[in-house]
T-cell receptor, first 111, second 112 residues
Framework: GENVEQHPSTLSVQEGDSAVIKCTYS??????FPWYKQELGKRPQLIID?????GEKKDQRIAVTLNKTAKHFSLHITETQPEDSAVYFC??????????FGQGTELSVKP | DAGVIQSPRHEVTEMGQEVTLRCKPI?????LFWYRQTMMRGLELLIYFNNNVPIDDSGMPEDRFSAKMPNASFSTLKIQPSEPRDSAVYFC??????????FGPGTRLTVL
């Protein structure tokens, strides 16, 4: 069955440093991989996504890489800022249309 | 579009009472999801609908929980009877199948 493992569960970095969050999955049929950011007390919101026909996608300080052979995808945040502090979730769709979320990574950016 | 609309935003009730949470998805979306979020269990999918039909309700914790989607623009999640362990934030989300899910603001439920 589908499964998404997300690491690390917590991550603390200094402002200006980079942060990397990784997810591995088991369902080789998955082809859509979104990342959500959830600030304290707010709803999860999409920050970037990637489809399986692309290996990398970038949006300003945020990038996502996908390795379908190895079944893992990663979120990269460069030049981190305090406002990047939040919980980040990776996710993927199974064949039935169900979005499977990772366990979440609590990112703390210290000024 | 106003986005996904949920009501109420906050609900405080006593154990044993019936609770009904409401959701209006984004117009045109054909998938609707109900999630529960707690510190201990994280973000859990309770049930989801495609074209108003329940597809997977394996996440519904007990028979006390039920969900309906009578039409494309409205869904309810009902808990009867409610218990203190049901206290959580309940999110509704909608999407086109296999595309970005948009979350509502959530309903914070407290069962005393």
């Amino acid at each position: 069955g589908e499964n998404v493992e997300q690491h690390p569960s917590t991550l603390s970095v200094q402002e200006g440093d980079s942060a990397v969050i990784k997810c591995t999955y088991s369902d080789s049929a998955s082809n859509y991989f979104p990342w959500y950011k959830q600030e304290l007390g707010k709803r999860p919101q999409l920050i970037i996504d990637i489809r399986s026909n692309v290996g990398e996608k970038k949006d300003q300080r945020i990038a996502v890489t996908l390795n379908k052979t190895a079944k893992h995808f990663s979120l990269h945040i460069t030049e981190t800022q305090p406002e990047d502090s939040a919980v980040y979730f990776c996710a993927l769709y199974n064949q039935g249309g169900k979005l499977i979320f990772g366990q979440g990574t609590e990112l703390s950016v210290k000024p | 579009d106003a986005g996904v609309i949920q009501s109420p935003r906050h609900e405080v009730t006593e154990m044993g009472q019936e609770v009904t949470l409401r959701c209006k998805p984004i117009s045109g979306h054909n998938s609707l999801f109900w999630y529960r979020q707690t510190m201990m269990r994280g973000l859990e999918l309770l049930i989801y609908f495609n074209n108003n039909v329940p597809i997977d309700d394996s996440g519904m914790p007990e028979d006390r929980f039920s969900a309906k989607m009578p039409n494309a623009s409205f869904s309810t999640l009902k808990i009867q009877p409610s218990e203190p362990r049901d206290s959580a934030v309940y999110f509704c989300a909608s999407s086109y199948v296999y595309n970005e899910q948009f979350f509502g603001p959530g309903t914070r439920l407290t069962v005393l």
